[in-house]
């Protein structure tokens, strides 16, 4: 790829894991001076991940059935949730905007994902950023 070219937007995404031991990976391929993906590694607190989890169990997304949601043609949005002994995945295409939900077959099902995708990534953003701009005094 050429240093100033840049992968088509298709390409573009967001990662994160958050595992049961803490490890909090991270990866993102947005367009910055290079054409490379940016990936952070950090390790977070037992109340990182009961926060973590309180948040997606009070979201409801556990009893929402994502059969409904606008399959993705190219851009898509996907979350994958491992608590315990549940497991699910949830895709469905890129949501742009809260009229993409209201538009949708199960609005209240996509609402409860769009929502619950926007708090995981501010807790998320905000972790990677402390971890990794603040420097210790001294």
């Not at 391929?29 to 926060?51: M, N």
């Not at 497991?87 to 949501?95: D, L």
């Amino acid at each position: 790829m050429q240093p100033n070219s840049f992968p088509p937007r298709s390409y573009l995404f967001h990662q994160f894991e958050l595992c049961p031991n803490g490890r909090l990976r991270y990866a993102n391929s947005a367009r910055y001076k290079y054409a490379g993906t940016i990936r952070k590694e950090a390790f977070v607190s037992p109340g990182v991940l009961d926060q973590a989890r309180r948040i997606i169990e009070e979201s409801g997304i556990i009893e929402v059935d994502p059969k409904s949601w606008p399959q993705a043609t190219d851009r898509k949005q996907e979350l994958e949730v491992k608590i315990g002994e549940t497991h699910m995945t949830f895709a469905c295409a890129e949501i742009g905007s809260l009229l993409d939900v209201q538009k949708s077959d199960d609005p209240e099902g996509l609402k409860n994902f769009y929502y619950l995708v926007q708090d995981l990534k501010t807790l998320i953003f905000s972790l990677v950023s402390l971890h990794f701009r603040i420097r210790p005094l001294g």
